[in-house]
């Protein structure tokens, strides 16, 4: 079940954390995993990870927020049958204390680069057989998140596209669903609370792990095996729909 054999998967941000558990495990699942990345040291290290155990992927070093060279992956690339939009950064701040410059920074690489990879990528899926698009979404685009005023813009942003898109090419046959994970342990995770909370690392990591009603953060791992299912062919009924994997965050959170 879940294979992924013959299938080309692009997955955006797979150098570190959730990219990259997705990443690793489409390649195991026999897909040809083609990695667009920022950080081309990060890419190549999941690419090296991912040919050690006999899986195919490719890096390719690339700002989600140039189309132009977006689009020029894309055509060294040549076919797409699964894009994973999961690159992101994130950014503290409420709306008055938000400068216009992060407001940018924050809609350019989270909501332009999701536009970006989705037009490059649509007239190549148009092409495919079993065509599917996942985006990352945030529980951030569905309940409101203290001092998260630019991230959950980018995220209700990437919530609303998916919709449309999943809409708009139900005739071209292409699902496009959403994940909203809450808080996922990750190395990025871990760089944030220091860089923010410097000295009180372990206070705000217990802090922000039990704001999950079961306890912890999720792992990498968690929501690759949930990415593996929407957009493995088992799922060829689901389409238009977002998927929150947040240790009952909205719903046991009172």
């Not at 890419?43 to 989600?64: P, R």
């Not at 999701?114 to 529980?139: D, G, H, Q, R, W």
């Not at 071209?172 to 190395?187: E, F, L, M, Q, Y």
């Not at 217990?206 to 949930?226: H, T």
Request: proline share 3%; hydrophobic share 40%.
């Amino acid at each position: 079940m879940f294979s992924l054999e013959g299938k080309i998967a692009i997955v955006t941000g797979g150098g570190s954390g959730i990219g990259k558990a997705i990443s690793i495990l489409f390649a195991k699942q026999g897909a040809d995993v083609h990695i667009i990345e920022l950080n081309a040291a990060a890419a190549e290290e999941t690419v090296t990870e991912i040919q050690k155990n006999k899986g195919k992927a490719c890096a390719h070093s690339c700002d989600v927020s140039n189309q132009n060279e977006v689009m020029d992956v894309f055509y060294q690339i040549g076919a797409v049958d699964i894009l994973v939009n999961n690159a992101g950064i994130a950014h503290i701040g409420k709306a008055d204390t938000t400068s216009e410059e992060d407001f940018d920074r924050v809609f350019a690489v989270n909501v332009k680069g999701a536009y970006n990879t989705l037009f490059a990528a649509i007239p190549f899926l148009k092409k495919s057989k079993s065509p599917v698009i996942l985006n990352m979404a945030s529980i951030a685009a569905l309940v409101g998140i203290t001092d998260r005023f630019a991230y959950s813009m980018s995220k209700g942003a990437i919530y609303a596209m998916t919709m449309s898109v999943a809409r708009d090419y139900l005739e071209d046959g292409i699902r496009c669903n959403s994940i909203s994970p809450a808080r996922v342990h990750t190395p990025f995770v871990d760089g944030f609370i220091s860089k923010n909370y410097p000295g009180k690392e372990e206070e705000i990591f217990d802090k922000l792990s039990k704001s999950q009603p079961i306890g912890r953060m999720g792992k990498p791992e968690e929501v690759a095996a949930l990415a593996l299912y929407l957009c493995a062919e088992e799922s060829g009924f689901i389409s238009g729909n977002d998927y929150p994997i947040d240790g009952g965050f909205i719903k046991l959170n009172n």
